[in-house]
């Protein structure tokens, strides 16, 4: 199926929001792909961080918030350390985020977690994730 | 130079304004203007037409000239960094000095720049008025003269260098060639063949070099630096620094038997390090001059105490310990600055581990590989144990076109050096795999797209559209991670050699050289040339010439045509019996100057310098750019510019605000 | 000397060995840890979108009671306080709008004074006065490895041990500027220092897999595989660790890795501190070997304890 390219205003609204949420300027990027390649979770990703980033380029807004990838960053920065372009993928992510459905289902939340593995896991990673996944 | 000059009261200042089309004539009316000056002190005449600078309209303000006896006049038209030449020279005709020429810009800062006819023919009246009252006080300058001594150095010995030597010399001028190195030849000689045509270098190289070293025009001084130079275009000094070689040149017949005896093992730098040398040694069979040299920083220590074994075995007594740094010095009249590039080093670019493996390699060190003089006789065998690699991966990009943590620009020659090793690696290895990495293939030049073509349909190396993120060592395999962009797969290869393709930047060793030239650099410290299209081969600095990857990133056709170029451009040089330099410089009135010396470091172009036993600043105005920097920083007013003193700018601004 | 020491809820409860082995190895460093009054979560993950801004709010809080009770360096082990806490302190430091939004904020914060019980609402701006340190900056820089030396009790032999650093402490760069992302050197450097030789292998600086080892656990098993191995692989007896999350998916989830890839024998995990605590004399039972999944009792047992004269 042929992609129609939004080319008004709407269009850089969404790519105008997650460049204000990420602080990061997603022209910039070249598509070298090198955040994909470092990247240690890629082999799990519907699409790659270098797609997402071309996908926001694009404007083609629900491809990016369907993606599985976006709950499968652990903001480990490798990409952000390797950019040539100095753009910080692990923020391009979480504005990604920011910007699903506040109504929608978390993607992860406390209550996934249940207590005997609560009793294992150190405290942190519990924080954390919910700070990261869930509303 | 000033000559005498009519008193301001006395001058009969003629106005032409220019309708330039309907480039000024669309937004000012410019027969008002011509209408509005007529009466302003000063002005005995004025009148407009459709294009002053044709034909018709120079002649029309020559044959004014003389018929009205103007003494000076302003042509209100378009820039003077266009026409002002072309007016000035109209006023010679008519027996007028060119510099009482002024020209009023109404087009670029005005009528180009507004659309409100009104206010843009009243601002016309105030651009063309405050011209009158500087007019008034211009002087009659003449333009400076000074000799030229017509022999030029050349400084770098690769093959830009040589070439911009071989011309000048050929034009019919004496040059005096530097290289630091014990051998002419620099980056160029070191390849092994040369894209699109694979060319052996070494063959199209070496007789450059042997013509250059027969030239009798040519003085060739290999293992020299260049130590400072003082002067100015026309009129350089030079002192050159003569490193001792502790053989002479002319008594060694290379039989070899001293290095046959030297027990000091170095890496070999022709080679990259892949092998290794003696301290005394011939950098490769055909270095020019050819004569061995001994290595001071790696001799057991210059006297037959120590060691010795390499002079008791020179048949002719070439070998001298005792040689000494000696200094000589030149005169010249131009410089060409050729002095090379090097290779971003691999240890900024931690994740390939190029520090650490031994089979992750630049490609100057795979040019040696592939090169039938290298270290493996052109068998391509890996660096850690000499197997052959049957999988070799080529990354690109490798700190070029990095605008986050290496080099911004591109390094332009890699995607083509890589392709020819690709290519060159599947010629010599039948049943090996080549991988390239990159981001974009630039094949922009004369049949190379052709010859990445031929890389990839005949050779049938892999193109991977992505960047490496990192290279590993897994047994004996380098695993390099990777990701094919165009199919969206992250990829993993084992290969057992990679090479990358590092960024070309400036050379380290000649900036402190660069430094003491006063010749300026852009931000990535290449030589900077003087206008980007216009003036590619000239530096900013009068005099000075540039040639080569020295200027930036370049492939050979071009710094070969560069050093053409520059050779050129010194021969224009050469060509005139004096040269003359703009008289509108900036002196220093003697008995305001206090000696703060501020000017001085405000001169951009050295021209001024402190004299300690007067107490004041002297100018030599042959440097001098006429830029203003010092006019406008001195706080005595002893520094003011001819044809733009204080007092004309004061009167322009006067004009201009009067209402 | 007094040092302001963050824990961090994990050294609370999961990672008491890495809390208890920091403490008694810097009392034979001399230095005496202080916790900030009051203090709390720092949040665990550093807010990266310019909106979550309230995410600054806790970690500011603590930095600024460490101000406030004269504290001039804050030293964390865990890598995810550091990280957080650094960064926040930084984004003070150099951002007048998250400045002023997070002071404003955190204006009306009431404190009880622990002595005098007296409310306290009257807070100073903070403006990142406070210098966040991870113990290994603090080693490294403050301590210094000849005190370091002139301290060891025990010879290590040049135990052969793999630094993992992970994620947090050396990304992004530009803020945590702890080492170089890609060559760093402090971890070797410390383990080089008490004793022994640091291995070097090519999976130091990448990710355990992190918080995914609860929402996806298959692929964090498969990341600490990979560090685990890679250092296996370089002849590394241990790995060692500084954040207790690093640990937890390498050391407690080991017996999954094992399941998984079959190759893989097992290979001890050790906070950084646990090893520092062992070679300047510490006892073994205080090391808290008792929290490891994988013993590590063994690597402590055969290094003779004899005194190291000084």
């Known amino acids: 199926m042929r992609v129609k390219l939004k080319a008004g205003p709407e269009q850089r609204t969404f790519i105008d929001r ?104 150190p405290q942190q990673v519990m924080v954390a994730l919910c700070r990261k996944f869930a509303k | 130079m000033t000559v005498k000059t009519k008193k301001k009261e006395d001058k009969r200042i003629g106005l032409f304004v220019c ?195 027969r030239h009798p025009r040519i003085k060739l001084l290999t293992y020299h630096e260049v130590d400072s130079v003082s002067g100015f275009i026309g009129n350089f000094k030079v002192r050159i620094k003569k490193k001792p070689r502790f053989v002479d040149e002319k008594l060694c017949n290379l039989c070899g038997e001293c290095e046959k005896v030297c027990p000091q ?9 892949l092998s290794f040398r003696k301290a005394i040694y011939m950098p490769f069979p055909q270095a020019i001059p ?21 002079k008791d075995v020179c048949e002719p007594r070439a070998i001298d310990f005792d040689m000494k740094e000696t200094i000589i010095e030149e005169e010249v009249g131009a410089i060409v600055v050729a002095t090379g590039y090097d290779l971003y080093t691999m240890q900024a670019l931690g994740e390939f581990g190029g520090e650490k493996y031994e089979d992750v390699v630049n490609g100057l060190e ?76 630039r094949t922009g030049g004369k049949a190379f797209d052709e010859f990445y073509q031929r890389t990839v349909e005949e050779d049938k190396v892999l193109y991977i559209r992505g960047k490496v993120s990192k290279v590993f060592k897994e047994g004996d395999k380098l695993i390099v991670w990777g990701v094919d962009t165009l199919t969206g797969k992250k990829v993993e290869i084992e290969a057992d ?163 | 000397m007094k040092l302001h020491y ?67 360096v804050l030293v964390t082990t865990c890598s995810f306080c550091f990280a957080v806490l650094k960064r926040a302190n930084k984004a003070l430091r150099d951002d007048p709008l998250k400045r002023k939004r997070i002071n404003a904020f955190l204006r009306d914060d009431i404190q009880i004074d622990p002595l005098t019980k007296a409310r306290t609402t009257d807070f100073e701006d903070y403006n990142g006065e406070v210098q966040v340190l991870h113990l290994l900056e603090y080693l490294r820089d403050r301590v210094g490895t000849p005190k370091i030396k002139s301290r060891l009790k025990r010879d290590l032999k040049g135990l052969a041990v793999a630094p993992y650093y992970g994620c947090r402490l050396l990304r992004p760069q530009e803020e945590m500027a702890f080492d170089e992302p890609d060559a760093p050197r402090v971890f070797e450097d410390f383990l080089e220092a008490v004793g022994c030789s640091a291995v070097d292998y090519a999976f130091k600086q990448e990710c355990c897999g992190s918080y995914l080892s609860v929402s996806l656990p298959d692929a964090a098993t498969e990341a600490s595989y990979r560090v685990l191995r890679a250092a296996q692989m370089e002849g590394a007896r241990a790995v060692t660790v500084t954040c207790p999350l690093c640990f937890y998916n390498m050391d407690s989830r080991q017996a999954a890795i094992k399941e998984k890839f079959l190759d893989f024998s097992g290979l001890p995990v050790l906070y950084f501190t646990q090893i520092l605590a062992w070679a300047l004399g510490v006892d073994r039972e205080v090391l808290g070997l008792g929290e490891h999944a994988v013993p590590a009792d063994s690597l402590f047992e055969e290094v003779p304890t004899t005194e190291v004269r000084t």
């Open chain 2, 19 to 213: 309708h330039c089309g309907v480039n000024i004539a669309g937004v000012v009316d410019v027969k008002k203007v011509a209408e509005a000056l007529k009466d302003t002190p000063g002005v005995s005449m004025s009148t407009d037409y459709v294009y002053m600078c044709s034909d018709p309209g120079q002649q029309m303000i020559i044959d004014t000239i003389k018929e009205k006896h103007l003494d000076g006049i302003i042509v209100a038209a378009c820039s003077p960094t266009l026409h002002e030449k072309t007016f000035q020279e109209a006023a010679r005709l008519a027996g007028l000095n060119p510099y009482q020429i002024e020209i009023a810009n109404i087009r670029e800062q005005n009528s180009w720049v507004h659309s409100d006819k009104d206010k843009a023919t009243k601002k016309a009246v105030k651009i063309v008025k405050s011209h009158v009252a500087k007019a008034i006080r211009n002087e009659n300058l003449e333009p400076i003269k000074v000799d030229v001594k017509k022999r030029a150095l050349v400084i770098g010995g690769g093959v830009s260098g040589l070439q911009a030597a071989l011309d000048i010399a050929d034009h019919g001028y004496e040059v005096i060639l530097v290289e630091k190195n014990p051998s002419i030849g620099g980056k160029m000689i070191q390849l092994s063949e040369t894209f699109p045509t694979l060319d052996c270098s070494q063959c199209i190289l070496t007789p450059k070099m042997v013509e250059v070293s």
């Open chain 2, 366 to 441: 795979f040019e040696r590989i592939l090169s039938a003089s290298g270290p493996t006789g052109g068998v391509v065998r890996r660096p850690s144990d000499g197997k052959v690699p049957k999988s070799v991966v080529f990354v690109q990009c490798c700190g070029s076109r990095d605008t986050e943590k290496h080099l911004p620009y591109c390094s332009k020659i890699c995607c083509m050096y890589t392709a020819k090793h690709a290519m060159l690696y599947r010629h010599r290895v039948p049943d090996g795999q080549a991988t390239v990495f990159y981001i974009d293939v």
């Open chain 3, 6 to 72: 963050y824990p961090g809820c994990t050294l609370k409860e999961k990672a008491v060995a890495l809390d208890i082995s920091t403490r008694e190895a810097m009392k034979r460093l001399d230095v005496e840890l202080v916790e900030p009054e009051g203090w709390t979560c720092c949040g665990a993950e550093y807010p990266l979108t310019e909106e979550k801004i309230v995410g600054l709010a806790a970690p500011i809080r603590v930095l600024r009671q460490v101000r406030d009770e004269g504290g001039e």
């Open chain 2, 265 to 273: 093992i170095v890496p070999d730098e022709f080679n990259m390090g």
């Open chain 2, 497 to 659: 050699m990679v090479v990358l393709a590092m960024a070309m930047v400036k050379t380290d060793g000649v900036q402190d050289l660069l430094k003491k030239l006063k010749i300026s650099t852009d931000i990535h410290g290449f030589v900077a040339e003087a206008h980007p299209k216009l003036r590619p081969v000239e530096s900013l600095n009068a005099g000075f010439f540039l040639a080569g990857c020295a200027h930036g990133p370049k492939d050979i056709p071009e710094a070969v045509s560069q050093a053409s170029a520059a050779a050129a451009k010194v021969g224009d040089l050469f060509a005139q019996k004096e040269l003359s330099h703009e008289p509108t410089v900036v002196p220093v009135n003697d008995e305001l100057c206090s000696g703060c010396g501020i000017c001085v470091t405000m001169c951009p172009y050295g021209a001024r310098t402190l004299d300690p036993s007067k107490g004041v600043v002297d100018v030599n105005e042959i440097l001098c750019e006429g830029c203003g920097a010092c006019a406008a920083a001195c706080p005595c007013g002893a520094a003011q510019q001819r044809n733009q003193t204080d007092d004309q700018i004061f009167s322009m601004l006067r004009a201009m605000l009067r209402e």
């Open chain 1, 18 to 121: 997650i460049e204000e949420l990420s602080g990061e300027n997603v022209f910039a990027c070249y598509q070298c792909g090198r955040c994909s390649a470092g990247c240690p979770m890629a082999s799990e990703m519907d699409l790659l961080p270098n797609q997402i980033i071309r996908l926001v380029q694009m404007g083609l807004l629900e491809d990016v918030l369907r993606s599985k990838t976006l709950f499968l960053c652990a903001s480990c920065f490798t990409c952000e350390s390797r950019c040539p372009k100095g753009i910080d993928m692990a923020r391009v992510m979480e504005a990604v985020r920011h910007i699903l459905d506040p109504k929608g289902k978390d993607a992860f939340g406390p209550g996934e977690i249940s207590p005997e593995l609560a009793k294992e896991l």
């Open chain 2, 290 to 310: 050819g004569t061995y040299t001994l290595d001071e920083d790696h001799c057991l220590g210059l006297s037959p105490v120590r060691c010795g074994k390499c």
